[in-house]
């Protein structure tokens, strides 16, 4: 436990700032010293005289494509790599259980999605939205997913768990 510097109220450790008070739990000691090592490790960087040679920029990396869905509501966009299959739900910490896609933060209990809602499938650069039989449904641009019966999933696509309504985008 972490005792507060300035109401004295117990804090967990870990916590940064104090939930009676609002005061830093973090110490001025512990402060000085990250200041005082990242100026050891700035005078420890030596500049390259004019004899350096100069190495040719490297080759562009290709970039793997990404999907990301956004939640219109708040505009909060979550990126994922491309991989055969995303779940999408609501985290269930009692069972262990962490979809993909999380949409816990983005009140998605009182949206109506379910903890294991839909899944985003792509095989061979063709993506699929399928409801995993969540009880207020999934909708692709207002049609209902039928359960178990994946449908093609196209960039800019309006997709609806439950009531949370968010755009799947690919970027490749």
């Known amino acids: 436990m972490i005792i507060c510097s300035h109401c004295q109220s117990q804090q967990l450790d870990g916590t940064i700032f104090c ?4 005061a830093s739990l973090i110490s001025t000691t512990s402060q000085r010293q990250t200041t005082a090592s990242l100026n050891r490790a700035a005078e420890s960087v030596q500049l390259l005289d004019d004899t350096a040679t100069v190495l040719p920029a490297p080759e562009p990396t290709v970039s793997e494509p990404t999907v990301a869905l956004v939640v219109l509501s708040s505009g909060r966009r979550i990126t994922l790599p491309v991989t055969a299959e995303i779940l999408i739900g609501r985290k269930d910490q ?11 933060l983005d009140g998605g209990y009182d949206a109506g999605v379910s903890r294991r809602h839909a899944r985003i499938i792509c095989q061979n650069g063709t993506y699929m939205l399928e409801d995993l039989g969540s009880s207020n449904g999934t909708f692709l641009n207002r049609q209902r997913v039928p359960p178990g019966q994946p449908m093609l999933l196209k960039h800019g ?3 609806q768990f439950g009531m949370l309504l968010v755009r799947f985008e690919l970027h490749r």
């Open 157 to 159: 696509d309006e997709v």
């Open 19 to 22: 939930t009676v008070c609002g």
């Open 94 to 104: 009692q069972r262990s259980f962490f979809p993909d896609v999380d949409f816990s």
